[in-house]
């Protein structure tokens, strides 16, 4: 992948992820994990990268929260049982009824909340100064740990290599995909078991 286009997706999906609902199908630290493995191979600054996820969190969680000003409630509606479970509307809905602005802040680490919890703040009336300085901080907070974990697993695998040679690697690499394999196939049982 050309450094230009990743630095696009780095801003890109995180954008998309709340706003169009994108991270139920690929959700965004993907991609930023794979900038800060570029920018560990210098074909990219860090900076950048982190600057890059964050102003595309910070702006899409800004959009997902309007479209839920305006329109939540008939997309929710649309999207129960398709992609999302009613149960889990209303877990976050409740979440972030207890939470508030710390919720915004939590939600932004996991997946399935970073996702729905800007479209329940708007539709719950959360104003919109008090959304926008937490997902500042949960945009942000979560950019640079992200970003940061790309950078030390480019740091990891080049200690690996010069240590343990090409049979080392090679041997690690297949490690590394079984238990991806693992975690995918627990995450996709769970997700059918839901359904």
């Given at each position: ?6 630095l696009a ?27 800060g493995?570029?920018a ?47 149960k ?32 329940v703040?708007?539709?719950?009336d959360?104003p ?5 300085i ?6 942000v ?10 950078y ?13 040679g ?20 627990r ?5 059918a078991?839901?359904?």
């Amino acid at each position: 992948m050309s450094p230009p286009l990743a630095l696009a997706l780095v801003f890109l999906l995180p954008a998309l992820e709340a706003s169009v609902f994108v991270g139920f199908i690929f959700p965004g630290e993907t991609v930023v994990i794979l900038g800060g493995v570029l920018a560990f191979e210098h074909k990219l600054p860090l900076w950048l990268v982190m600057v890059s996820a964050s102003s595309g969190a910070i702006i899409g969680d800004s959009v997902g929260y309007f479209v839920g000003v305006k329109f939540g409630h008939r997309i929710l509606e649309k999207a129960s049982g398709r992609l999302i479970k009613p149960k889990r509307v209303h877990q976050v809905t409740e979440f972030i009824a207890k939470r508030g602005a710390i919720g915004v802040v939590i939600g932004r680490f996991t997946t399935v909340l970073r996702v729905l919890v800007p479209g329940v703040a708007g539709m719950s009336d959360m104003p919109y100064v008090k959304f926008l300085i937490s997902n500042v901080i949960g945009g942000v907070g979560w950019a640079v740990l992200y970003s940061y974990l790309g950078y030390s697993a480019g740091t990891s695998f080049a200690a690996v290599e010069r240590t343990a040679g090409t049979t080392g690697v090679i041997v690690f690499a297949a490690v590394v995909a079984v238990v991806g394999v693992y975690f995918l196939f627990r995450y996709v049982r769970e997700f059918a078991k839901e359904k």
